[in-house]
């Protein structure tokens, strides 16, 4: 069963945005870590964001300032804001959750992914 879809993804020029959902509302309950990773070919997995069950974020150095990760108050549907795209934000952007009350496990604790979105920065 899918529990996570991810949309928003697409070609974009160097300096443009995207916004980026992802939506959990089949993973039934609230106390789930949320994150976005993004992988490019060649190049490992590596987490962009995540915001816990009490709305604690976090967001890597790479993207600080650029990316904003934000989650549905109500609901387990996460975005991810990217504004002055680079070059070298290409990649599949991955939606993971994992069950986790008040903090963000390791990313490779997480057991529940989207599918991925490509994002294409030209």
């Known amino acids: 069963q899918v529990q996570l879809v991810e949309s928003g993804g697409g070609s974009v020029q160097v300096g443009g945005s995207l916004r980026l959902s992802c939506d959990g509302t089949r993973l039934g309950g609230s106390t789930y870590c949320m994150a976005w990773f993004r992988q490019a070919p060649g190049k490992e997995r590596e987490r962009v964001g995540s915001i816990t069950n009490r709305d604690m974020k976090w967001i890597a150095d790479s993207v600080k300032g650029r990316f904003t990760v934000t989650k549905d108050t109500n609901s387990n549907i996460l975005f991810l804001q990217m504004n002055d795209l680079k070059f070298d934000d290409t990649a599949m952007y991955y939606c993971?959750?994992?069950?986790?009350?008040?903090?963000?496990?390791?990313?490779?604790?997480?057991?529940?992914w989207g599918q991925g979105t490509q994002v294409t920065v030209s």
């Open positions: 993971a959750a994992e069950w986790a009350y008040g903090y963000c496990p390791k990313s490779d604790s997480f057991r529940r």
